[in-house]
């Protein structure tokens, strides 16, 4: 096992991978990245699967198959996605039972095109769980406003849930108290709590990439040395301060009741965590978000930086949230609004989603149609 990644493990953040597809579970490379790189799960979405289903020679049998039985493009979709994450929850299932559920998870996203119906994600969200039928899935919801309700109401019903898309402090304190609410729900219905897991999923390079270009207009101005000086911070700060939202939260006599029934705090986990600016260190998003009990979900490029080159030297989320809040200060300061860049991450993060949804409907409907023929 790689000394990097295992020290990154040690340090408490555990290592799972954004990516999945038939292609990875049959060749073994998923294993491999088990067995030899520290990977511990896995998460999954609209765009890693139109990616993964544009690979038409790993899913031509299931395809064809799925086309001589004449179903629809959206049940197609379902039964290929549904059967990768059931068979990786089944290659992760030992390391769930090591870890008494907190880590072997596999998380299974409900349709885009749901972000702002909260009865039709609550509908999806239980059908999703019932046809994957393995207790260390995830169900990924957004965290937008609709979405709220919804992530109560899964995990009332004794459904483990991702919460993905959050990208403001408002809203991951409003993420947090939908879980509590859901799991005193799930307690009230008589669902065994130990078993109902749950990790918030903040974005973190969007953050950057968004502010960055604000701060980039301010180049050739005489607020050019200030911008220069924040350019690469506001992701890092935004995440810790979450995390330091995150300790308030679960260090209150409200967590500590639901607590004395065997109920595990909602980890926060790092997402987008690939560098998109060629500039920065391609483990950036992984240095400086070190701390014990979280989750960094990173492509196999990341991961294979981490390898190569991470440095882990300690804990390197506590310690100056004073200093992670004078960042978000000082770009109100030039004039670069926090409420508005995350309401926009927020909105694009949704239209990208649906675009890789269209595009995974289009890439299935045109491969039923030539399994047809």
């Keep these: 096992m790689n000394d990097r990644l295992k020290a990154l493990a040690d340090a408490g953040v555990s290592i799972w991978l954004d990516d999945l597809s038939r292609e990875r579970l049959n060749s073994g490379s998923l294993r491999t990245l088990i067995e030899d790189k520290h990977v511990v799960g ?9 990616k993964a289903i544009s690979d038409a020679d790993a899913y031509a049998e299931t395809v064809g198959k799925l086309a001589a039985q004449g179903v629809s493009t959206d049940e197609a979709i379902r039964v290929i996605t549904t059967t990768d ?3 990786a929850a089944d290659l992760f299932k030992p390391i769930y ?23 039709g994600t609550i509908e999806q969200a239980k059908l999703l769980w019932e046809i994957v039928g393995r207790e260390n899935v995830f169900v990924k919801i957004p965290a937008t406003k609709e979405g709220l309700p919804a992530i109560t109401a899964t995990l009332a019903a004794g459904i483990s849930v991702n919460v993905t898309l959050i990208f403001s402090l408002e809203r991951y304190q409003a ?10 729900q799930a307690i009230e219905n008589g669902h065994d709590v130990t078993k109902l897991a749950s990790v918030a999923s903040f974005f973190v390079s969007r953050v950057d990439t968004e502010i960055d270009k604000r ?83 990173m492509p196999e ?32 300061k030039l004039g ?18 649906d675009a890789s949804w269209s595009e995974l409907q289009d890439t299935v409907t045109a491969a039923l149609k030539g399994a047809a023929k």
């Design 42 to 50: 896995v998460t999954t979405n609209p765009t890693i699967f139109a």
């Design 85 to 87: 994450v059931r068979d």
């Design 97 to 119: 039972d090591d870890t008494d559920g907190q880590d072997g998870r596999v998380s299974i996203e409900v349709e885009p095109t749901l972000a702002h119906d909260t009865a």
């Design 175 to 184: 993420v947090a108290d939908a879980f509590l609410s859901g799991l005193e």
């Design 215 to 297: 701060l980039d207009s301010l180049m050739g101005t005489d607020l050019e040395d200030t911008a220069k000086a924040l350019k690469g911070k506001a992701a890092v700060a935004n995440a810790r301060l979450a995390f330091e939202a995150y300790e308030e939260i679960f260090d209150t006599d409200r967590w500590r009741e639901i607590e004395t029934v065997g109920a595990k705090p909602q980890r926060p986990l790092w997402a987008s965590t690939g560098v998109k600016d060629p500039t920065y260190s391609p483990t950036l998003y992984v240095d400086q978000l070190v701390t014990q009990g979280v989750v960094n979900t």
């Design 301 to 332: 490029a990341t991961i294979k930086a981490v390898e190569e080159h991470s440095e882990v030297t300690g804990d390197s989320v506590r310690g100056d949230y004073a200093g992670d809040r004078k960042v978000i200060d000082d770009l109100e």
């Design 336 to 353: 670069i609004s926090y409420d508005e860049v995350v309401q926009i991450l927020e909105d694009e993060g949704v239209a990208k989603f």
